[in-house]
């Protein structure tokens, strides 16, 4: 083990805390200045079918098959061999293939969507099934030039600058608050309108930092001529299996929106939405934790420190005690802070709020393996875990819903059952890796 090379993975990890903190803190002020504007210029069923539709085109990561993640991983072990020629070799071809894929998903996706009955899909009658469409239509398109440009997110997160991550986020949050304020003093309610400056935020963001850092960094400037098979195959036969993970997870945690839709009513959406945005605050917080740590964790693994990753872990766990009494005191103050955030009158049922503690308690523990698992590509038990809680989550939180009676609740308490494999499996797994040095799992 390389002692100067430990310590300097732990100074940037402090390094990467401490600029990623800044930037979040700012990142959830907009979040959370922008959702009452959103409410106020949309109104209760608008908001919650923007909300939905938000979810419902976030399916758009699940077709980089992996590849974002594949990426990540490969920039951060090129490094590690001190190779930065192959580093760019591997960005290189991740920005030729994705943009491939958004190109003709995209044109696929536009055809098909003359087809889909949207005014059944969002239960609502509100707006016209054209509006609808249209909003639809642009969001998407938006979505996916921005799927192709966001991988600039991956390239930072191989290079442990997980805070530029962090920085592209606050900065297309910053543009949508001011377009949403914008919107909302001096433009009648519209979801067109607001759909389209919603994205245009997004892509002015990826692309002003993917041109700045590209301009610093030209040995990481992907070119089309430096695209090679040989590495097509290598992100994507690893990027397969981070693939079927993005499918379990993404039908898991957007489908609730959709099921709640549908079993209840777009306006329910909304008082589901809030106190969701507001308990986001504690996974936010761990993310921000958690985030330089994929990078660190293969960076240590292909040197082999894995003094530093025990290490590592063990403090992960002792910090964990500290969210779970953060997130029970949230369960307490949660409808005051609503009260003041949306309004006196916007009163949530105090199920929905213990729910989702609970949810996110165990996404908290999950995501503390989950982060060293992904970084060393020792993804077989997450696959099945989270294969079988996909088939699961849907049936199950019909079942509490309409066999045992639950509101909104039961929705979320099926996810949070189903998510309890990996918890489980997941936690065991990392402790014959880490401390018993099992190493038979892949």
């Given amino acids: 083990m390389n002692t100067a090379t430990s310590i300097s993975r732990t100074k940037n990890y402090f390094k990467q805390l401490k600029s990623s903190f800044i930037f979040k803190v700012l990142t959830i002020l907009c979040g959370f200045l922008t959702i009452p504007l959103m409410i106020k210029y949309l109104g209760d069923e608008q908001y919650g079918i923007w909300s939905t539709l938000l979810s419902m085109v976030s399916w758009i990561v699940l077709f980089d098959i992996g590849i974002g993640n594949g990426l990540r991983n490969k920039i951060s072990e090129s490094l590690a061999k001190e190779n930065t020629k192959e580093a760019q070799s591997y960005i290189s071809t991740a920005y030729v293939l994705i943009g491939c894929i958004s190109l003709v998903l995209l044109l696929v996706f536009l055809v098909i969507s003359e087809y889909i009955p949207w005014l059944r899909v969002f239960n609502t009658s509100i707006i016209s099934e054209n509006d609808l469409r249209y909003v639809i239509n642009i969001t998407a398109s938006i979505l996916f030039i921005n799927f192709w440009l966001s991988l600039i997110n991956q390239v930072f997160n191989g290079i442990q600058k ?5 920085f592209n986020q606050f900065l297309s949050n910053t543009f949508a608050i001011i377009s949403v304020f914008i919107l909302y003093k001096f433009f009648e309610s519209s979801l067109v309108k607001l759909a389209t400056v919603y994205g245009l935020s997004l892509l002015l963001s990826s692309i002003l930092l993917s041109f700045w850092f590209f301009t610093k960094n030209t040995e990481f400037i992907p070119k089309i001529k430096n695209y090679a098979h040989i590495y097509t195959k290598s992100i994507t036969s690893l990027g397969f299996q981070f693939f079927i993970i993005q499918i379990a997870y993404v039908i898991i945690f957007t489908t609730d929106k959709m099921l709640i839709t549908q079993l209840f009513g777009p306006e329910y959406v909304t008082g589901y939405d809030v106190v969701f945005k507001l308990f986001s605050v504690i996974t936010i917080a761990h993310s921000l934790l958690l985030a330089p740590l994929w990078a660190a964790y293969s960076d240590a693994y292909h040197r082999e420190d894995f003094e530093w990753i025990q290490k590592t872990i063990k403090i992960q766990l002792k910090i964990y005690v500290l969210f779970i009494l953060g997130t029970i005191l949230l369960m307490f103050l949660a409808q005051p802070i609503i009260s003041i955030w949306i309004g006196k009158d916007f009163v949530v049922d105090k199920l929905i709020i213990i729910s989702i503690g609970f949810f996110v308690l165990i996404s908290v523990w999950c995501n503390i393996f989950s982060y060293y698992l992904n ?33 909104i609740e039961g929705v979320v308490f099926g996810t949070v059952l189903s998510l309890s494999l990996f918890a489980i499996f997941g936690s065991l797994q990392t402790y014959n890796l880490v401390f018993k040095k099992k190493s038979y799992e892949k």
């Fill in 162 to 166: 997980t805070s530029l991550t962090v």
């Fill in 375 to 407: 970084a060393t590509n020792k993804l077989n038990v997450q696959i099945y875990s989270s294969v079988v809680a996909m088939i699961c989550n849907i049936p199950l939180s019909i079942y509490l819903v309409k066999q045992c009676g639950l509101g």
